[in-house]
């Protein structure tokens, strides 16, 4: 809890310089990502590795992942208000961003996440 | 508050009454139990009040908690929203009666990065239906979920698998869509609901605004494919069924008196039967309404209810009028058993007058029922509607056993052929006023032109209406009824029968 406190303050701190679209190694943001699973489906499984690789290669040491499973937590639903199965949740650095999907198209999960402009 | 008519609830498919009034009956029990019913129409048609309704009726009424997964309003909201209706959700929510789940749907588009699915929200429904045992689920609308999803097809196969997962509990569920361009729904819900469709209408007419209601589809269910007028009001939706799908009411051999020892006198002696409609009609001024405060006079002197629907003057006025030739009425308001109800009769559809005079006869339990004028509420609906809503209305008094007068008001001529032949051949008892000039000095003049199941006088009498009321002499012999061509049989018939030589 402390952490995602200081992770806030971080991310106060530092929205002016948001805008400009972080790339490797430059953000200077803390990530807290949130990812929503329900139990050990195929696409869970998949969305869990494909996350943490897109993190370590583009965010290392600057994220943090929560993986929720809403079998075990259903009423954790509501709070992001998850439809789909599975969502991503960028809470910070703000704004809230949602990405649903197995995360397979690293592609879009990065221009999702603001880590890559989008195509023109 | 509303009943389930469980006299109609056929055998072989079970329901969950939905509490609206007209519903259960049109419905023969109400929605099918454990099964999914879509609700569709177009913005404001009243979806998502029916929706709210079977939920929080279901959970008041029958036992049933209910959860609804509301993806417009939020619970706030939708709590305002059914508060002017006395509806309590945060106190059934305390109750864990109602359980309100708003699904927040982005307006614009969500990244999507692969495979998904809408597991998410079946792992919602389902922890709030575990929550409050529901056994009552409402969706509205669920197809606001089209435009944060792009993927149609997993969105359609996930709606399907919604339905499915819905029965296999066993949930009595209403899904609300929106009306589409040549579609009941825009996005087809209805390929996947099997059970029952329901589809609301609001149109405007002469800028008097009705809302109807069809039955699209009712699998295992005889149901009728007419449209059903309903209204919404205070207390929600009220529809407006046909009463009695066959003539199968039972006709009551009691009599009534008509409050004019003469008429009865006419009329075998004993006057109206009871259950019966009587219509009146004539020209203004010869004592129509006289004539049914007469009546109305002598049921509430026997102790019964009366309801009086004016819709040409304000209740003040009938009194008044009305003690001005000696009819006392206002006692019988003050000792509650004469109601007045007036209203404009352009103020709504004929279908929203029907509606509410249902709602009344309801509460109020009247034993009489008095129209004053009919004339009006045909004037506020187009002519070809007419007949159908006063079928239902006149059935509808017939079950319950109401005596009922409408009076109607034609102008000028003769009023044979000046009242619309649809009204008249529902009547039992068709009363005429009239003016004449037999001898060049006017007079006004009653007889009894039809009434079924009795040996009536045929003869005209002299109508008086003085400070004591109505009072009918005897015409003199040698100016029998001058009818018009439509009166000429009945009168040639009864010359044959009582008529005294």
Same mark, same amino acid.
């Given at each position: ?14 929205? &002016? ?5 972080? &790339? ?19 696409? &869970? ?76 | ?107 614009? @588009? ?341 009434? @079924? ?49």
């Amino acid at each position: 809890m402390a952490e995602i406190k200081r992770a806030a303050k971080v991310g106060k701190k530092t929205s &002016s310089s948001r805008k400009r679209v972080p &790339s490797k190694g430059v953000a200077a943001e803390f990530w807290q990502l949130r990812l929503y699973i329900a139990g050990q489906t195929p696409n &869970s499984v998949a969305a869990v590795a494909n996350l943490r690789k897109i993190c370590e290669d583009q965010l290392k040491g600057q994220y943090r992942i929560e993986v929720i499973d809403l079998l075990e937590k259903p009423q954790l639903a509501k709070g992001d208000q998850i439809i789909a199965i599975p969502t991503l949740v960028r809470r910070l650095p703000p704004p809230i961003k949602k990405i649903i999907g197995n995360l397979s198209k690293t592609e879009s999960v990065m221009v999702g996440l603001d880590l890559k402009p989008a195509l023109k | 508050m509303p009943r389930a008519n469980s006299k109609a609830v056929r055998r072989g498919i079970a329901k969950s009454p939905t509490g609206i009034q007209g519903l259960d009956e049109v419905t023969g029990g109400g929605l099918p139990r454990g099964r999914v019913t879509l609700v569709c129409g177009k913005a404001g048609c009243g979806k998502s009040l029916l929706a709210m309704e079977f939920l929080v009726h279901g959970a008041v009424l029958y036992g049933e908690p209910g959860v609804c997964m509301d993806f417009e309003e939020t619970e706030e909201k939708l709590a305002s929203n059914v508060a002017s209706l006395g509806f309590d959700l945060p106190a059934l929510a305390k109750a864990k009666k109602v359980l309100v789940d708003y699904v927040s749907v982005e307006r614009s @588009r969500i990244t999507e990065t692969g495979d998904y699915n809408l597991e998410g929200l079946f792992v919602r429904l389902e922890h709030a239906v575990k929550t409050i045992n529901a056994k009552r689920v409402v969706l509205d609308s669920i197809e606001a979920l089209f435009s944060e999803l792009s993927d149609t097809r997993l969105l359609r196969a996930e709606l399907r698998r919604l339905f499915r997962w819905l029965e296999d509990r066993k949930l009595t569920a209403v899904v609300t869509g929106e009306a589409g361009e040549r579609t009941l729904t825009r996005h087809g819900l209805e390929e996947y609901i099997a059970d029952c469709v329901i589809s609301l209408d609001h149109r405007v007419t002469e800028q008097i605004s009705t809302r109807r209601m069809r039955i699209v589809k009712y699998r295992g269910t005889a149901h009728g494919t007419d449209e059903f007028p309903f209204l919404i009001d205070s207390d929600g939706i009220s529809v407006v069924p046909i009463t009695s799908l066959a003539l199968a009411h039972k006709a009551s051999s009691e009599r009534v008196s008509t409050g004019i020892p003469v008429l009865d006198e006419m009329m075998e002696g004993k006057g109206f039967f009871r259950g019966s409609s009587v219509l009146v009609s004539g020209t203004a001024g010869t004592g129509k309404s006289s004539l049914a405060a007469s009546f109305t006079r002598a049921a509430c002197a026997r102790g019964e209810h009366c309801l009086y629907f004016a819709f040409e003057e304000s209740p003040g006025q009938i009194l008044r009028n009305m003690r001005s030739v000696g009819i006392d009425l206002e006692r019988w308001v003050k000792k509650g058993l004469l109601h007045f109800h007036a209203m404009r009769p352009t103020s709504t559809g004929l279908e929203g007058h029907l509606s509410s005079v249902h709602k009344l006869i309801g509460q109020f339990r009247p034993s009489v029922v008095v129209v004053d004028p009919i004339t009006n509420m045909i004037a506020a609906s187009g002519s070809h509607d007419v007949k159908s809503m006063l079928m239902r209305l006149v059935d509808f008094l017939k079950v319950k056993q109401i005596t009922s007068i409408f009076t109607n008001l034609t102008l000028g001529g003769d009023p044979l052929q000046k009242t619309a032949a649809t009204v008249s051949s529902l009547m039992d008892t068709w009363i005429i006023l009239r003016d004449s000039k037999p001898n060049g000095t006017p007079r006004r003049e009653l007889y009894v032109l039809k009434s @079924r199941g009795m040996a009536h006088s045929r003869e005209p009498r002299e109508l008086v209406v003085s400070r004591r009321g109505i009072e009918l002499g005897r015409v003199r012999r040698n100016h029998p009824v001058a009818t018009g061509i439509a009166g000429a049989e009945a009168v040639s018939g009864a010359e044959e029968g009582e008529w005294p030589k």
